[in-house]
């Protein structure tokens, strides 16, 4: 996202930005915002045709391409697995080949080796999917799901880009949560790994891998 801003609004001021050489927005004041993706690989220029002096701000947002995912397990453990309406666990194979308009369910595995009080647990959502409301999961619950293995939360924070679930986590055995997605946009993606960290003691934490898939 670009916003251009003039802050000397009494004088003239005229401007364009510029996508490799190509003038793709005029801006007469006081603030003129481009917001578009793939801008990253593109040459940016502003050019001031006034007497005003003005500023750029640009706004990147996203994950660099080919940069990995580390994951880690410090006192807590925490998988990612995606399986198909049926419950079969999807493989690599079948995430490369997800139907457009498919629902596949979610499925987090976390356990600890002790008590963690404050557990925050995020999932960013991956590009091309749309999540179903968590809490009305509970009521539809698939017939594969053992409902005594549900993690408890305290609270869910549902956004577009990612679900939140906030508890305290017993140790010994290994608690499961499920949402479900609904595959809308065709290409290729990568679906971010999921995180839980005590919020009062970050070094208690852990990470799964990323994903990718490819919805056809």
Same mark, same amino acid.
């Given at each position: 996202m670009t916003r251009l801003l003039d802050l000397q609004e009494a004088k003239t001021f005229k401007g364009y930005? =510029?996508?490799?050489?190509? @003038?793709?927005?005029?801006? #007469?004041?006081?603030?003129?915002?481009? #917001?578009?993706a793939g801008?990253? =690989?593109?040459?940016?220029?502003?050019?001031? @045709?006034?007497?005003?002096?003005?500023?750029?701000?640009?706004?990147?947002?996203g994950i660099?391409?080919?940069?990995p995912f580390t994951s880690y397990a410090r006192n807590i453990s925490i998988r990612k697995l995606?399986?198909?309406? *049926?419950?079969?666990?999807?493989?690599a194979d079948d995430l490369a080949h997800i139907k457009q308009g498919a629902d596949i369910w979610v499925k987090l595995i976390v356990s600890a080796d002790m008590r963690i009080n404050n557990?925050?647990?995020?999932?960013?959502?991956?590009?091309g999917f749309?999540?179903?409301n968590p809490r009305l999961v509970r009521q539809y619950l698939p017939n594969w799901l053992n409902e005594k293995d549900l993690l408890r939360t305290d609270y869910m924070d549902i956004k577009d880009? @990612?679900?939140g679930f906030f508890t305290d986590l017993r140790p010994g055995r290994h608690w499961v949560i499920v949402y479900k997605l609904k595959a809308l #946009?065709?290409?290729?993606?990568?679906?971010?790994?999921?995180?839980?960290?005590?919020?009062?003691?970050?070094? *208690?934490?852990?990470?799964?891998? =990323?994903? *990718?898939? @490819?919805?056809e």
């Open positions: 930005l =510029a996508v490799d050489g190509k @003038q793709v927005l005029e801006y #007469t004041g006081p603030m003129a915002t481009l #917001t578009r801008l990253t =690989a593109h040459t940016l220029e502003v050019v001031n @045709q006034g007497d005003s002096p003005f500023y750029a701000l640009v706004t990147v947002e660099k391409p080919g940069r995606f399986l198909g309406a *049926n419950g079969r666990l999807l493989s557990l925050a647990i995020v999932d960013r959502i991956g590009a749309e999540v179903e880009y @990612q679900v #946009t065709s290409g290729s993606f990568l679906v971010p790994p999921v995180a839980a960290e005590a919020m009062y003691e970050p070094f *208690n934490r852990a990470a799964s891998d =990323a994903v *990718n898939v @490819q919805i």
